[in-house]
C-alpha cells in the first residue's frame, strides 16, 4: 500500500465543553457528592458566642467556556449506521483542508486524528495555509475543538528506509520539527507522531531507533501511531507494557489482522493504552487488494471510473467480508475499537470516492451488535483521545488561497538562491529561505505525492 506525502494541545475533552445531545458519551468530569457535615454538639459548659455575620464575599464570575455540538450526517443510508463518526487514520496530505470540511460535515464526521506532513523546523514567519504547520494551524483556527494533530516528516516508510534514514535522521527530524511547533502553537497543541510505517521496515518494532521516537513522544505527553506487521506483533505486547502512560493507535492490513487476531485481542484487553482503528481503506478490499491504492494513478479521472465501477458492483460482499473480518474483534474489546479512513490518494477525496468510502463503513458498522455500533463510530475516540485542540487566534497563517502552483523555474530560482542541493532534507536556514522566496513569488509549491 502506498502511502502519501502527509502535509496537514491541550486536547479538550468533551465534558469540558458541555451541550452535546443525549446520544453523546457522558462527561467524565466527576460531579461532587454532597459531604455529610460532622454534627458536632456544643459542650454544655461552653458559652454560646455571638457572630456578627460575615459580609459575603462576591462569587467570581464563571468562565464561560465555548461549546461544540456533536452534529449527524447529512448523507444517511437505510439500514446503516447514521450516527457521528469520530475519525482516528486520517491520512491528508493531500486534501484541500476548505474542501475536506465539507466532506466531513456532510457525512457527520466531527472529530480527526489527522497524520499531518510536517517537516523542517516551522517558522512563525514563514507560516502558509497550504503547507506544513501553517496548514493545520489555519485549519483549527476555522474548526476549533474538531482536530486531534499527529505528524510525520512527510516522507514515505518505504523511502525511509531504502536511504537509511530510520538510523540516521529521523529522530532528529521529529525532535526539531515537534520542538520549532511547540513554540509557535503552543505545548499542548501537536498531539501525536503518526503515522509511524513500521510496516515497511526491515528492523522489528521495538527496534532501539523506534524507541528512540517512542521515548520522546512519551517525554512530550503525547501519542503515537504505528502499523505493525503480524509477523512482528510480539513486539507491541513490548510496547505497551513498556509504555504504559503512551496511548498508541494501530491499524493493520487486513492479512496481518486474520493471522494475530487472537494476539491481538489479548493484548487490547489486557492493555488500556492500546486502540485499534478499523479503517474504510481495509474495509474497501476486493481480491486481497486495497482497492483506494489499487486504484491511484496519475490520471485522476480514470482513477475514480475505476474505483467507483468496482464499488458499485462489490459493495454488498466487500460488506459482508468486513463484517467477518472486524465483528470478533468489536465482539472482543468493543470499547478499544475506533473508525477511520485512511484514505490518502488525491483521487480518494473526491466526493464520489470519499462519500462511498463513509458509506460502506456505516453499513460494516451497522453489522456489529447494536449497543458497539456508537463506540466504534465515535464515542471509543472521544473517551480515549476527546475532542481537537484550539489555537491562538493571533498566530498569521499567509492566505494561499489566491496563489498559483509554482513553477519549475520559480521553484529553480528558490532552489538556486539559496544554495539547496539535491535531495529531500533541507537545513532550518535553508527550509526557512525557501519559504520565504517562495511567499515572495506568492505562489504554491507543488508537493509530489506517491501514486499507486
Request: proline share 6%.
Given at each position: 500500500?502506498?502511502?502519501?506525502v502527509m502535509?496537514?494541545l491541550?486536547?479538550?475533552?468533551?465534558?469540558?465543553?458541555?451541550?452535546?445531545?443525549?446520544?453523546?458519551?457522558?462527561t467524565?468530569?466527576?460531579i461532587?457528592s454532597?459531604?455529610?457535615?460532622?454534627m458536632?454538639?456544643?459542650?454544655?459548659?461552653e458559652p454560646?458566642?455571638?457572630e456578627e455575620?460575615?459580609?459575603?464575599?462576591?462569587?467570581?464570575?464563571a468562565?464561560?467556556k465555548?461549546?461544540?455540538?456533536?452534529f449527524?450526517?447529512?448523507?444517511?443510508?437505510?439500514?446503516?449506521?447514521?450516527?457521528?463518526?469520530?475519525?482516528?487514520s486520517?491520512?491528508?496530505?493531500?486534501?484541500?483542508?476548505?474542501?475536506?470540511?465539507?466532506?466531513?460535515?456532510?457525512?457527520?464526521i466531527?472529530?480527526?486524528?489527522?497524520?499531518?506532513g510536517?517537516?523542517g523546523e516551522?517558522?512563525a514567519?514563514?507560516?502558509?495555509?497550504?503547507?506544513?504547520l501553517?496548514?493545520?494551524?489555519?485549519?483549527?483556527?476555522?474548526h476549533?475543538?474538531?482536530?486531534?494533530?499527529?505528524?510525520?516528516?512527510?516522507?514515505?516508510?518505504?523511502?525511509?528506509?531504502e536511504e537509511?534514514?530510520?538510523k540516521?535522521?529521523?529522530?532528529?527530524?521529529?525532535?526539531?520539527?515537534?520542538?520549532a511547533?511547540?513554540k509557535?502553537a503552543?505545548?499542548?497543541?501537536?498531539?501525536?507522531?503518526g503515522?509511524?510505517?513500521t510496516?515497511e521496515?526491515?528492523?522489528?518494532?521495538n527496534?532501539?531507533?523506534i524507541?528512540e521516537?517512542?521515548?520522546?513522544a512519551r517525554?512530550?505527553?503525547?501519542?503515537?501511531?504505528?502499523?505493525?506487521?503480524?509477523?512482528?506483533?510480539?513486539d507491541?505486547?513490548?510496547i505497551?507494557?513498556?509504555?504504559?502512560?503512551?496511548?498508541?493507535?494501530?491499524?493493520m492490513?487486513?492479512?496481518?489482522?486474520?493471522k494475530?487476531?487472537?494476539?491481538?485481542i489479548?493484548?487490547l484487553?489486557?492493555?488500556?493504552?492500546?486502540y485499534?482503528?478499523?479503517?474504510?481503506?481495509?474495509?474497501?478490499?476486493?481480491?486481497?487488494?486495497?482497492?483506494?491504492?489499487?486504484y491511484?494513478?496519475?490520471?485522476?479521472?480514470?482513477?475514480i471510473?475505476?474505483f467507483?465501477s468496482?464499488?458499485d458492483?462489490k459493495e454488498?460482499?466487500?460488506i459482508n467480508g468486513?463484517?467477518k473480518?472486524?465483528k470478533?474483534?468489536?465482539?472482543?474489546v468493543?470499547?478499544?475499537?475506533?473508525?477511520?479512513?485512511?484514505?490518502?490518494?488525491?483521487?480518494?477525496?473526491?466526493?464520489?470516492?470519499?462519500?462511498?468510502a463513509?458509506?460502506?463503513?456505516?453499513f460494516?458498522?451497522?453489522?456489529?451488535?447494536k449497543?458497539?455500533?456508537?463506540?466504534?463510530?465515535?464515542?471509543n475516540?472521544?473517551n480515549g483521545?476527546?475532542?481537537?485542540?484550539?489555537v491562538?487566534?493571533?498566530?498569521?497563517?499567509?492566505?494561499?488561497?489566491?496563489?498559483?502552483?509554482?513553477?519549475?523555474?520559480?521553484?529553480?530560482?528558490?532552489?538556486e538562491?539559496?544554495?539547496?542541493?539535491d535531495?529531500?532534507?533541507?537545513t532550518?536556514?535553508q527550509?526557512?529561505?525557501?519559504?520565504?522566496?517562495?511567499?515572495?513569488?506568492?505562489?504554491k509549491?507543488i508537493v509530489?505525492?506517491d501514486?499507486?
Open positions: 500500500m502506498k502511502k502519501q502535509v496537514f491541550a486536547i479538550l475533552m468533551i465534558f469540558g465543553y458541555g451541550c452535546v445531545p443525549e446520544n453523546a458519551p457522558p467524565a468530569e466527576s461532587p454532597p459531604e455529610n457535615e460532622a458536632r454538639p456544643a459542650a454544655e459548659e454560646i458566642i455571638k455575620p460575615a459580609i459575603a464575599e462576591p462569587e467570581p464570575v468562565e464561560k465555548e461549546t461544540f455540538q456533536i449527524n450526517p447529512a448523507l444517511t443510508y437505510e439500514g446503516a449506521y447514521n450516527g457521528p463518526l469520530y475519525a482516528t486520517e491520512q491528508v496530505g493531500s486534501a484541500s483542508m476548505d474542501t475536506y470540511f465539507e466532506l466531513l460535515d456532510q457525512n457527520g466531527n472529530f480527526f486524528i489527522g497524520m499531518f510536517i517537516s516551522p517558522q514567519e514563514t507560516l502558509t495555509a497550504d503547507l506544513g501553517g496548514e493545520v494551524i489555519d485549519a483549527v483556527q476555522k476549533p475543538h474538531r482536530i486531534i494533530p499527529f505528524f510525520n516528516p512527510g516522507i514515505g516508510g518505504e523511502e525511509i528506509e537509511g534514514y530510520l540516521t535522521d529521523l529522530f532528529n527530524w521529529y525532535k526539531n520539527t515537534l520542538t511547533s511547540k509557535i503552543g505545548n499542548d497543541f501537536i498531539r501525536g507522531f503515522e509511524v510505517e510496516q521496515w526491515s528492523v522489528r518494532h527496534d532501539p531507533k524507541i521516537l517512542i521515548n520522546l517525554n512530550n505527553n503525547i501519542d503515537f501511531m504505528f502499523h505493525p506487521v503480524a509477523s512482528k506483533f510480539g507491541v505486547k513490548k505497551v507494557e513498556a509504555y504504559p502512560n503512551t496511548n498508541f493507535i494501530i491499524h492490513f487486513r492479512e496481518d489482522l486474520e494475530s487476531k487472537i494476539e491481538l489479548k493484548v484487553k489486557e492493555h488500556d493504552n492500546l485499534f482503528s478499523m479503517d474504510a481503506a481495509h474495509i474497501l478490499f476486493v481480491d486481497g487488494n486495497d482497492i483506494i491504492y489499487t491511484d494513478s496519475a490520471n485522476k479521472q480514470s482513477s471510473s475505476k467507483v468496482t464499488y458492483s454488498q460482499s466487500m468486513a463484517v473480518a472486524y470478533p474483534l468489536v465482539d472482543a468493543p470499547d478499544k475499537v475506533m473508525w477511520g479512513t485512511e484514505i490518502g490518494p488525491e483521487y480518494a477525496f473526491d466526493p464520489q470516492v470519499f462519500d462511498r463513509v458509506k460502506i463503513s456505516r460494516v458498522i451497522a453489522g456489529f451488535d449497543e458497539h455500533q456508537e463506540l466504534v463510530g465515535y464515542k475516540a472521544l483521545f476527546g475532542q481537537g485542540v484550539v491562538d487566534a493571533n498566530i498569521k497563517v499567509l492566505d494561499t488561497s489566491s496563489w498559483q502552483d509554482c513553477t519549475d523555474d520559480q521553484m529553480g530560482d528558490c532552489d538562491s539559496c544554495k539547496i542541493p535531495g529531500d532534507v533541507l532550518a536556514e527550509e526557512k529561505c525557501f519559504q520565504s522566496c517562495l511567499i515572495e513569488k506568492q505562489c509549491e509530489e505525492m501514486v499507486g
